[in-house]
């Protein structure tokens, strides 16, 4: 860390301490975007664990800081629930949005439903991320793979993300909808239409956001009408057509299932790529002990998962009044439950400020969540990650971050808009 970084890292940690708790915004997206959350999540966690905001751009929200808080709401779905979000919104920007692209929809997509409904639409792809039909797919995954790192410059400058965590996960993506391959990096890009605001990203305006919205439901509108009248297969489009379940879903619920599936197969992949080759950057002696023994390459992916915690926190609303840790919560209170404090959480992983790759429970992390709505894809993000990593060591001596990188303007994608790497030599 160079010294304007230090002190500007001091600063925020000062100002931090001196805000009274009760003006505390740990949802505050400048913070994600400069790095300096971590000593709100410290504050929180030592002085007020289940913390209200009273005033804030999303409204008044409770933050959950610590894993044991965090468990509780998560596995307690019948107490908080999905149905009205699963994020802090910006009141401001959703009215924008809602004045260009109409209201926002509530309940749609299986993550935003409630149990017994939930299981029933979840269950409808779960045969699409099965351990056997990703055993088979992990071949393409591999031969894709290799086929982007072949393709990588050898000493120039190029962007990480761009050319290789962005096309892997278009390409798994792909595969996993039966998209048009030739146009695969649609996908990533409109993941990033859906989660950012004009000014970030990509997004240029509230209504290119919602051009490129109706452009991607229009295109799975077309997808839905193709597989429904064909056989039934095993990507996603097809099996959501195909089970009794879904298979006269409104459509309203079938886009949603879309954004959930574009960004969850988008964001824990790709922000994982990336600061998987930032975090070892960072941490030289972690990188040479990987060179040294490949065979840690699934602690080094799960350590990274932890670390870095692709989606920094999930939202709920109280369907009742609930005591949590001494703080009493009313119902209609939303909950933020924020999975990067958990996985800093001094009482249950040692060390946890430190990126150490052969820990003893590398999997002990909070990154996929808890209870009935854990990631659905955590494996396929597991295989990608592994597979990637393989073929990387099997290539390159190094990977070398030669800048700072640009973040996302976000409180809840946790990733990497930019990272500047060189690769200065081949195998």
Known sequence: MNIAVKVQAADAAAEIAATPLQKLNPAKV???????????????????????????????YWSVTKWNDIMAVDTNHEAFSSADGIALVDLEAMAEQERVMGPRRRGAGFITMDEPDHS????????????????????????????????????????????????????????????????????????????????????ESW??????????????????????????????VSMLAHNPSTRNMPMETYQ??????????????????????????????QYAKLRANPDLVLGMVSETIRWQTPLAHMSRTATRDVELNGKFIKKGDKVAMWYISGNRDEEMIDRPNEFIIDRERPRQHMSFGFGVHRCVGNRVAELQLTIIWEEILKRFPEIKVVGEPVLNWSAFVHGFESLPVIIPSRI
């Open 207 to 236: 209504e290119q956001k919602g051009a490129a919205m109706a452009e991607c439901f229009n295109a799975f509108q077309e997808l839905w009408n193709q597989r429904v009248n064909a056989e039934p297969a095993n990507d996603l």
């Open 256 to 285: 949603g299932n879309v954004i959930l599936l574009i960004v969850g197969g988008n964001d824990t992949t790709r922000n994982t790529i990336s600061s998987s080759v930032f975090s070892l950057n960072k941490n030289p002696d």
């Open 30 to 60: 400048s913070r994600f975007y400069d790095d300096s959350i971590w000593p709100v999540f410290e504050r929180l966690r030592r002085e007020d664990p289940v913390h209200f905001t009273p005033e804030s751009e999303y409204g008044p």
């Open 120 to 203: 029933v639409a979840r269950k409808a792809v779960s045969p699409t991320v099965a351990p056997s039909n990703l055993h088979n797919m992990a071949p393409l995954v591999r031969e894709r793979a290799g086929q982007i790192l072949d393709s990588l410059p050898i000493g120039k400058e190029f962007d990480w993300v761009d050319l290789v965590s962005k096309e892997l996960t278009a390409m798994t993506l792909a595969t996993l909808f039966d998209f048009p391959f030739d146009q695969r990096r649609k996908l990533p890009w409109w993941s990033d239409m859906i989660t950012n605001q004009p000014g970030h990203g990509p997004v």
